[in-house]
């Protein structure tokens, strides 16, 4: 017990906090409703089993070779070490053995990842572009194919209110590009992130399988209002989604565009 | 390495004399150890400014729009201490330049690549003192545009400081996209000058003039490291001074080489365009990458001698740190795409990308398990540089080991551009660099002034700082996890980040605390540079070859003609009775040994 407020109240003591306090604070992340958030895509459960994976190696790595500072500061200490110094210059079997063991780990984990990211970007699914979805200073634009299923015709829908409306449980296939400067396709809760760039065509895929929606974030600098280039994407059933398509279409065939008349003078 | 070098250069030198004014002594002086200083005075300046920016956006993250008092009248005056969005986007981008470019850079390289360089291989000054001494007063022009650019309409640049284009080209893209963002590119410019014409001083040194008996293999890590470090930024800076020329022409002449056709912002004119944004991203991470290495590696360097010295015990694995240093250095150069894996670049060539940078992550491990060798068996002195690059050891784990999942692709998809990445790259340049570089000063202070620092108030320093960096930079992974974007000038009106107010503020509480304890090294330093005890030549019973100059060296740095016997590390050695061995003391026999 006494030994023990000892090696608290010394330096190896403040080392000591290093893993403690490390691990304790992803332990109580959770209880503090900090963590990842909430998941409703259907490939997010890859990329979140695999920060699981890696953060339950590298806390493993992180606890061991933290221990073993902490260890050695408190044995070797030379206030209290009384035997002479070990006069070694290093050790080749060791040295192999700390080289070997972690390039197979991380060449174990770069071919262990390569499939999903394959998957996230590399198989675009063989559809039509569900919506076309373009950044600018500061909002998000979408524009929907209407009723041809085709983009860039007389019947497409147009909506510059950053809210995005997408069908639950299918496959859908964004077309993302840029009018200005860069920004960032960002939505947390699907795990999926790209950058958007002027004069250049990027797909997105994926299927979400929660109804509701979702914060739509711009993670690319674009300027001083990127903090509030905001939009929503909302999840709903094929057939709430029909309707909400047609809505839309109505709305924007009834609306008026007032053209201020040109001044003559 | 023979004798006749380094008499012909000492003869050569006498015709610069040390006699003269203050300013040819101390302004335009071409002694190494003065320019190192200069350098280190500079960089601790602009340190305190870095800072001040840093503390502007910790307290817009803790709360929003809010006044900020006192240093709000400086950072955001005209709107009355309430920092606006472009104020917030400015302090982001110009936090990240002046610590990068004006304190990390300037400090590792300029300052302690300068000063001890000659003095740990044994020679009277750099090849060229003349380039030396213009490496530094290239510097100036870079502070006057930088800091100019604070004044100009629109304020210094606000297009973060990897300046993408197209908003970093486009003049109307963002108010400070207008002169601020010029001046920014001439300042880069010149600072990568200067940074080359220290480099191209330092390979050459470092190879021409070491003391008779220094083989390679028997100079100290902080050298090897200053070695590589010079050879990363000869053969990156190119790179970036190249693609600076090229965006300031995309900016003043309508080059067009990172603007696509038809490039527009803000319903300004179309620009010729013709050209790609990501072909600036390609360029910039060429340097960039690099330069995050030339940022740890001198950093790491020091840290091994200190911890040899105050261990009481040789470097474990001399030669294997010196190859993992190289492999750094040479894998440092194709792993630059994994800033890039959401940019939009080939994701094949995202996978690639990914192999390398897995793999460059094994010789840090290896680093890290050769220090935590050297503690072992040792007879460890808990002196105020030993706890810095212990600690530098504990920080270096963390910001290894969370660097592998930025490196994991489809994790990256989901961190990028978060506070996770925020998180790593702050355990690895300010827990890691900025730590090692406390140490250092204590380390080296002697040597610099002649007289010791205060080891109790550095405790002090070391303690607070420790406990507080941790309170500010650990955190941030949780924040990442949640996916909260950095650069975000208000993250709370999205549904998503809202409930992570309570720990900003917490974490810019430790900010600002850790920030003011500063002051308790200022004063520290100060005072123990004209009242700290005389320290003689060597306080630390350390066997460098620099202990054996004068406390400080004077013009020509050694008093005698070195000659080494010996590695740097021989503590603890049998062969004599003192627990260190001079590199320069003759071995029992009086002969050259050949057992390195």
Known sequence: ?265 | MSTVTVDAHSESHAVHGHGGGFLSTYVFSLDHKIIGLQFLFSSLIWFFVGGMLALGVRWQLAFPWKAMPILGNLLASPEGGQISPETYTMLVTMHATVMIFFVIIPVLAGAFGNFLIPLMIGADDMAVPTLNMLSYWFMWPAFLAMGTSFFVEGGAAQGGWTAYPPLSVLTEASPGSGSGQTLWLIGLTLVGISSMMGSVNYMTTIIQMRAPGMTMFRLPMTIWAMFITAILQAFALPVLTAAGFMQLGDRLVGTGFFLAEGATANNAGMASGGGQPLLWQHLFWFYSHPAVYIMILPAMGMVSDIISCFSRKPLFGYKPMVYSISGIAGLGFIVWGHHMFVSGMNPMLGMTFMVSTMMIALPSAIKTFNWLGTLWGGKIQYTTPMLFAISFVSMFIIGGLSGIFMAATPIDIFIHDTYFIVAHFHYVLFSGTAMAVFGAIYYWFPKMFGRMMNDSWGKVHFAVTFILLNCVFYPMHILGMQGFPRRLADPYHYETFRNLLPLNQFISYCAFTMVGLQIIFVINFFGSMFFGPRSGRNPWHSNGLEWQAPSPPGHGNFDFQPIIYRGPYEYGSPEVEEDYYPQTQPPPGGEMTNDE
């Not at chain 1, 929660?210 to 509030?228: M, N, P």
């Open chain 1, 1 to 265: 017990m006494k030994s023990l407020l000892r090696i608290l109240f010394s330096w190896t003591g403040l080392f000591l906090m290093v893993p403690v306090l490390g691990v304790a604070t992803f332990v109580v992340a959770p209880s503090f409703n900090i963590w990842l958030p909430k998941d409703v895509s259907e490939h997010g459960r890859t990329i979140d089993a695999l920060f699981m994976f890696i953060l339950y190696l590298t806390g493993i790595v992180f606890i061991v070779t933290e221990m073993a500072l902490v260890y050695f500061s408190w044995k070797y200490d030379a206030t209290k070490n009384e035997k002479p110094v070990k006069y070694s210059h290093g050790s080749h079997a060791i040295e192999l053995v700390w080289t070997i063991l972690p390039a197979v780990t991380l060449l174990f984990i770069a071919i262990f990842q390569m499939e999903a990211w394959a998957r996230a970007k590399m198989q675009p699914p063989n559809i039509p572009p569900t919506v076309e979805v373009t950044g600018r200073q500061f909002n998000w634009d979408f524009r929907y194919p209407g009723p041809d299923n085709e983009l860039y015709t007389i019947d497409d829908i147009v909506r510059t209110d950053g809210k995005l409306f997408l069908p639950v449980n299918e496959e859908v296939l964004l077309k993302i590009t840029s009018a200005d400067v860069l920004h960032s396709f960002f939505l947390p809760n699907l795990r999926l992130k790209q950058d958007v760039i002027p004069g250049m065509d990027q797909g997105m895929w994926f299927k979400a399988k929660e109804t509701g929606g979702y914060d739509i974030v711009c993670a690319e600098l674009c300027g001083w209002g990127h903090y509030k280039m905001k939009g929503r994407v909302y999840f709903l059933p094929r057939g709430k989604y029909e309707e909400k398509l047609e809505e839309m279409r109505q709305e924007q065939n009834t609306m008026r565009v007032e053209v201020p008349e040109e001044d003559e003078g």
